[in-house]
């Protein structure tokens, strides 16, 4: 049966999810949810995912939500090559160790610099404070020291010496604020080292098409913005950036 995946690939859990997907040749039917437009707000897709977040997962009458739920549970379904997800005690809690990490770290800082310099500016119709931009970048740089220093150390991926979700889930995230002007990878060889390895691994045009729309996001113009969800679009930002 074809799982049906409620994704928008401005957002980065619905990158790692499409690209894992697409990479392990899953059969998915893509159901695009514009978060820009408030898609996700709507009751059609409360029935989905009454969380009102993207990615979403529909297998018959079974719903998921959630990123690395999702990703968990396509990978044990269709059974995907182990290195996703190691068998090895040890590796396994490797990766493990990343994903329990990265939500209040690389994911929570990537997005603040991206919306601070991509998306809010657009929904209050003047730029950020300087000073915002600026604490998010130091949260930035501080958490991607971390990552190189505690996650990454001098191994080619997160868990050894192959691909796991964990690379996967790290490189959408850390992607996300270049698509905002900065580049994370400059003055970083160590990190652009295993950038490069990524995307050899999941393949150069999976991963260019997976952030394509990513790439895109700048030129989004207020006039496209639905006025009925605007300022509770705005809202929402505002909160997530305390």
Same mark, same amino acid.
């Given at each position: 049966?074809?799982?049906?995946? =409620?994704?928008?690939?401005?957002?980065?859990?619905?990158?790692?999810?499409?690209?894992?997907?697409?990479?392990?040749?899953?059969?998915?039917?893509?159901?695009?949810v514009?978060? &820009?437009?408030?898609q996700?707000?709507?009751?059609?897709?409360?029935?989905?995912?009454?969380?009102?977040?993207?990615p979403?997962?529909?297998?018959?009458?079974?719903?998921?939500?959630?990123?690395?739920? &999702?990703?968990l =549970?396509?990978?044990?379904?269709?059974?995907?090559?182990?290195?996703?997800?190691?068998s090895?005690?040890q590796?396994?809690?490797?990766?493990?160790?990343?994903?329990?990490?990265?939500h209040?770290?690389? /994911?929570?800082?990537?997005?603040?610099? =991206? %919306?601070?310099?991509?998306?809010?500016?657009?929904?209050?119709?003047?730029?950020?404070?300087?000073?915002?931009?600026?604490?998010?970048?130091?949260?930035?740089?501080?958490?991607?020291?971390?990552?190189?220093?505690?996650?990454?150390?001098?191994?080619?991926?997160?868990? +050894?010496?192959?691909?796991?979700?964990?690379? %996967?889930?790290?490189?959408?995230?850390?992607?996300?604020?270049?698509?905002? +002007?900065?580049?994370?990878?400059? +003055?970083?060889?160590?990190?652009?080292?295993?950038?490069?390895?990524?995307?050899?691994?999941?393949?150069?045009?999976?991963?260019?098409?997976?952030? /394509?729309?990513?790439?895109?996001?700048?030129?989004?113009?207020?006039?496209?913005?639905?006025?009925?969800?605007?300022?509770?679009?705005?809202?929402?930002?505002?909160? =997530?950036?305390?």
């Amino acid at each position: 049966m074809v799982v049906e995946l =409620y994704l928008d690939l401005l957002s980065q859990p619905c990158r790692s999810v499409f690209i894992f997907a697409k990479k392990n040749n899953i059969p998915f039917e893509f159901k695009h949810v514009a978060l &820009i437009q408030g898609q996700n707000r709507t009751k059609e897709f409360g029935k989905v995912n009454l969380l009102g977040k993207v990615p979403a997962l529909k297998d018959g009458d079974f719903t998921l939500a959630e990123s690395i739920a &999702i990703l968990l =549970y396509l990978a044990r379904k269709f059974k995907t090559p182990d290195h996703w997800y190691p068998s090895d005690l040890q590796k396994r809690a490797r990766v493990d160790e990343y994903l329990s990490w990265q939500h209040m770290a690389t /994911r929570m800082c990537g997005t603040k610099l =991206y %919306l601070a310099k991509a998306l809010l500016p657009l929904f209050l119709g003047h730029p950020v404070p300087p000073e915002k931009i600026e604490e998010a970048l130091e949260s930035l740089k501080e958490t991607l020291k971390l990552f190189e220093e505690k996650f990454l150390q001098d191994r080619p991926f997160i868990a +050894g010496t192959e691909i796991s979700l964990a690379d %996967l889930v790290a490189i959408v995230e850390i992607m996300q604020p270049v698509s905002a +002007g900065y580049d994370v990878f400059e +003055g970083r060889p160590k990190l652009a080292a295993w950038r490069s390895r990524v995307e050899e691994a999941v393949g150069k045009d999976l991963f260019t098409e997976a952030h /394509r729309e990513l790439s895109k996001a700048k030129d989004v113009t207020e006039d496209q913005l639905p006025p009925e969800m605007r300022e509770q679009i705005k809202q929402h930002l505002l909160k =997530y950036m305390k």
